[in-house]
């Protein structure tokens, strides 16, 4: 199956670039290249692609609200682009519903990887990652308990989301739950579904963002190295 991608950067060059990079690979189409985040998310309107490659900095709007706008309207995936090695862009970019995050002086295999790796679902910033940056965005918003939001996951599936928060992979939750990694595949998908999420990446701002998950909250296992402590046992 062909990847269909967006590329959006109003440096033409760089987008030209990007676009040629891309286009060469057997299995990726490149179906617009674009200057401007409106002219992105008509794009993503017109030739419904698979990728968009979205530049953070763009005029009339910028890349972080068209990515907002391209996920809220379609299933298109978004990669940010940007010269900015910023933690507050990654975050912005993340929230509003990025599967990855590139800085412009990318390595070609790895631009071909990202948009590979987005492409079949999964995103480009591990969880872990994911759960630095969140860390420091949401220490100051911290509710002390769990918000109304998770009401609708069952116990099981709080269990999978906290797991997911901390970095563990599928395996991993099988392991910590002693079921089985098509068991987790199915908590995993009704965790995204239940919660109108669209990736892990997204399931773990969540976690924070709710409180189910505090920053500086130990990873699993490490409470009963330390020895036993009510606040810190593992679930």
Do not use: W
């Amino acid at each position: 199956m062909t990847i269909r991608v967006v590329v959006a950067d109003d440096q033409e060059l760089v987008r030209s670039g990007f676009a040629l990079i891309l286009d060469v690979q057997p299995d990726i189409e490149v179906v617009a290249e674009v200057g401007d985040g409106d002219e992105a998310v008509e794009a993503v309107r017109r030739h419904a692609p698979d990728v968009a490659l979205l530049d953070v900095r763009m005029p009339r709007m910028d890349g972080i609200e068209a990515c907002r706008a391209i996920s809220a309207a379609s299933d298109c995936r978004t990669v940010m682009l940007t010269t900015f090695d910023s933690d507050e862009y990654v975050y912005d970019a993340l929230h509003a519903g990025a599967s990855g995050f590139l800085l412009k002086d990318v390595r070609r295999d790895d631009l071909v990887h990202a948009v590979r790796v987005v492409a079949r679902g999964d995103s480009l910033l591990a969880p872990t990652v994911a759960r630095r940056l969140v860390e420091q965005y949401t220490r100051s918003t911290r509710h002390a308990r769990p918000a109304a939001r998770l009401d609708v996951l069952t116990a099981r599936e709080r269990e999978t989301l906290l797991l997911l928060a901390r970095g563990l992979s599928n395996a991993e939750i099988a392991a910590e739950l002693v079921v089985s990694d098509h068991t987790v595949k199915t908590h995993v998908g009704n965790v995204l579904a239940k919660l109108g999420l669209r990736d892990r990446i997204q399931a773990v701002i969540c976690a924070y963002e709710t409180g189910l998950v505090a920053a500086g909250d130990p990873p699993p296992g490490e409470a009963d190295r330390a020895g036993p402590s009510p606040a810190s046992a593992r679930n």
